[in-house]
């Protein structure tokens, strides 16, 4: 059973940036590993995904301005913000191999 723990989530201006952690634990192998968000009354949507060789996906709404990365030592991934928007503003799932985190808010003000 693997566990994922967010932090770095908060509130922020509009143009701020923020950068989101997740630490897994429970396996010592991490395969894929990923952020998702989901805004009230939205479905989840993908944010951006990292193979453990390190290959990236991102969405479009979202290219160019985050950044994910990951430490395997550490079985960690985190996801770097930039140029926020209102629109980002959401709940971020750490996603890995079938298994959720809890999520952190991430509210950006206009």
């Known amino acids: 059973q693997v566990q994922l723990v967010e932090s770095g989530g908060g509130l922020v201006q509009a143009g701020g940036s923020l950068r989101l952690s997740c630490a897994a634990s429970?396996?010592?192998?991490?395969?894929?590993m990923g952020w998702y968000r989901q805004a009230p009354g939205k479905q989840r949507e993908l944010v951006a995904l990292?193979?453990?060789?390190?290959?990236?996906t991102y969405a479009l709404s979202v290219k160019g301005r985050c950044t994910i990365s990951r430490d395997n030592a550490k079985n960690t991934v985190y996801l770097q913000m930039s140029s926020l928007k209102p629109e980002d503003t959401a709940l971020y799932y750490c996603?890995?191999?079938?298994?959720w985190g809890q999520g952190t808010q991430v509210t950006v003000s206009s």
């Open positions: 996603w890995s191999d079938q298994y």
């Open positions: 429970g396996s010592s192998t991490i395969y894929n």
């Open positions: 990292i193979g453990r060789g390190g290959t990236t």
